[in-house]
């Protein structure tokens, strides 16, 4: 286990009826909000509704802006700052799921900086200040509620999606109540529970030994969201699965289950550069690109990798390569139950791009991945086999 | 799963070396520094001279209090309010394992508090305001380094162990370096890890359904705890098996893995109450009640039982009551590898005060434990099943 520091000050405020206390916990830093959402379905589901009233309850100032995207876009991003800046906004209120989230996260921070906001994804500097923010959640995904990062797509310079991470983006608060899950299309459960379980796969597999607490905590983890995602995909306003999956989802990216030990999130990049080239949803592109990662990969470890077979899918085997090859046939099966794509194919994109994603992908690295280091080759090698 | 708020802002900083930051740390919250210790053992493993070369670095004022023993005296945290209203203390800083951090918490409050401390004990009176605390760890066992509640015996009064919980008590950074632990005695690893696994269990046993997560990092959990409680007692100075018994511990008991469902906490009032008449160290208290209290209410509900069974020590058994008692005998196993008692005759405890027992044990409640309620004749029971 290596040396490491925790700290995430996060209030996880989970149930139903909880967002009857956004105004209150909204109110006790400042008169001033923004209201950050994506587009029309906090306003069906209602949550739009409870949210307005509890603030209005309140008498708070309130500001809105809207339009966030999946992949949310840096200009919009912009359009933010700008807003916080001329109004003297003192709090973001983030309804939404990730991309809201980031979004709110990348304008709570330009909005205290002088410089250009896009400095902080591609120069690695430190942020200084942030306007505190808080979240209502109704996307069980990025685990952005109570995570120190935020990822943004460059949509003025060739669509680069880049994430940083700081301690300033930790939400005050997150309001999980799980029946905002249950007007999610089938195709968002899908996509976010399958990046559920790419946050608790990328910390797993790492090169650092002697993790039992951690390994064992993530291992329980991907059983919760395997077991609970098929439910909820096929039961949408089963309450106990989507309980399970939105706590799974904080935990799962709340940096607790990466204590003392690096993860990969090679994987992360990869899919990254085809949501940023053919707009697909994160959650779409990672299962394609994570059984392919698994195949070019797992040789490199194969104790861990029959570990996680054997601990998390019950497979045993002697032959080690025979469990693996089978656990990732077991993943990819779980994908198509819940009808996401395991091949580019599926999503009609072909090998043309290939080149130019790998580029990209190393733009402003040199390496990607912690478990096995991966060049450029490698990365175009993955590519290939997502075909 | 309940509805629940999670909120844990201490920050744990872990690993070899960590303690040089105690001074800096310390020094962010004021000058003057309460350090509060038990007896020489700090000073024989060299964890005493460490932090006082780090306070003096900062040129701290620094103030002593020592004397801390097992099950933490009500007279010496008088002591201690005393000395911070005096000395204008800015920031405690306790140095050693839960009895020392326990008894820190309650002069934390205590100077902050103008009626008497024993109050929040046993009237049920909600904290205002508190020293701030910080925590070198040195005894894995308690969790105290980051949770919310702390026990204190009254001297005073009949030896009454009471406990409670504020969210002032949860330290500001804890400092975990597991080679703190090398020069433990046997017995205190073997107690602290008791109660480890005592923490883990009590979250365990509940009536609340649809825990899944909870219950699945709970059993994780009790592995790790078990696998390398093992490991550390016969090889004292292996750093990985006590990085991952400090981290279970601390993970064990700050809150974490009870949300969203009721512990049960009816062992711990047993164990109390034998701790408190016998000054029995908790660890020792934890290995005899546990058992009891197990074989007394595994048929209220089986299935639970069948499935700790079943998920941490694979039995597997048509008959789910032979495969609970096999559990309860592999647990009672487990407590003798570490050459804990696991009867009362172990520890020459004889039945003469069990009534009197069962009576303390209610003097400020109707009912104990939450997985089944409990009564007076019922722990009356269970102490007679530790004979």
Not at 142 to 149: C, D, L, P, Q
Not at 200 to 224: C, H, P, Q
Not at 240 to 252: N, P, Q
């Amino acid at each position: 286990m290596l040396n490491f520091e925790f700290y995430n000050p996060a209030r996880i405020v989970f149930g139903k009826g909880t967002e009857e206390s956004v105004g209150e916990r909204c109110e006790s830093f400042g008169k001033n909000i923004l209201l950050h959402y994506g587009g029309g379905s906090i306003k069906k589901n209602g949550v739009y509704d409870k949210v307005i009233k509890s603030l209005k309850d309140k008498n708070l100032n309130i500001f809105e802006l809207d339009g966030v995207k999946p992949n949310p876009r840096l200009s919009l991003v912009r359009e933010g700052i700008e807003l916080c800046k001329e109004k003297n906004i003192d709090f973001i209120l983030a309804v939404g799921g990730g991309s809201v989230i980031d979004s709110a996260k990348a304008i709570a921070i330009g909005a205290k900086y002088e410089g250009d906001i896009w400095d902080f994804f591609v120069k690695g500097i430190a942020t200084k200040d942030a306007i505190p923010l808080g979240v209502v959640l109704t996307i069980p995904a990025a685990g952005s509620e109570s995570s120190t990062s935020t990822v943004i797509t460059n949509d003025e310079d060739n669509n680069y999606k880049r994430g940083m991470q700081s301690s300033h983006y930790i939400p005050k608060f997150a309001i999980l109540n799980p029946e905002f899950c249950y007007s999610l299309p089938k195709y968002q459960i899908a996509c976010g529970c399958c990046d559920i379980l790419a946050h608790l796969m990328e910390r797993y597999f790492t090169e650092v030994e002697n993790v039992e607490l951690s390994d064992r905590l993530i291992e329980g983890a991907v059983k919760t969201i395997m077991n609970n995602a098929t439910i909820a995909y096929n039961d949408n306003t089963n309450y106990d699965a989507w309980a399970e999956i939105m706590w799974t989802g904080t935990i799962a990216h709340n940096n607790l289950l990466n204590m003392g030990r690096i993860g990969d999130w090679a994987s992360h990049q990869i899919a990254h550069e085809l949501s940023g080239i053919y707009d697909l949803t994160h959650g779409a592109a990672l299962s394609i690109v994570i059984p392919a990662w698994m195949k070019y990969v797992y040789k490199h470890n194969i104790d861990k990798f029959y570990q996680f077979a054997t601990r998390v899918f019950h497979i045993i085997d002697n032959d080690k390569e025979k469990a693996v090859l089978q656990m990732i046939e077991r993943l990819e099966s779980w994908y198509k139950e819940l009808e996401l794509p395991t091949k580019l194919k599926d999503v009609n994109i072909d090998n043309s791009k290939f080149e130019e994603m790998a580029q990209r992908a190393f733009l402003h690295k040199d390496v990607l991945g912690n478990f096995k280091k991966l060049y450029k080759e490698d990365v175009f090698n993955i590519y290939n086999l997502c075909v």
